[in-house]
Nanobody, 115 residues
């Protein structure tokens, strides 16, 4: 069983930056593809970014060029650097760990972009 704990959310002004962290425990972190998702009330959870076990990355068009996903296998932690934040980035951000057979979610961290 893998436990995922997100941190780093908060209130930021438009154009600002935040770095989210996702700390994993209970599994072999390097074996999991890791991803960030976000959800606003009344809408489906949407994919934001993914990083594979080999370190390849991919991003949703809405965040490409502004967000960067990284992982530190020695620290069992994944990060999401978010720059040039927009009000439409406001959401609860969740981290996800997945293999071909199973997946896990964290509890989420709130990001609010507002002046």
């Amino acid at each position: 069983q893998v436990q995922l704990v997100e941190s780093g959310g908060g209130l930021v002004q438009p154009g600002g930056s935040l770095r989210l962290s996702c700390a994993a425990s209970g599994g072999i972190f390097s074996m999991y593809a890791m991803g960030w998702y976000r959800q606003v009330p009344g809408k489906q959870r949407e994919w934001v970014a993914i990083i594979t076990t080999g370190g390849s990355t991919n991003y949703a068009d809405s965040v490409k060029g502004r967000f960067a996903i990284t992982r530190d296998n020695a620290k069992n932690t994944m990060y999401l650097q978010m720059n040039s934040l927009k009000p439409e980035d406001t959401a609860v951000y969740y981290c996800n760990a997945a293999t071909a057979y199973t997946y896990y979610w964290g509890q989420g961290t709130q990001v609010t972009v507002s002046s």
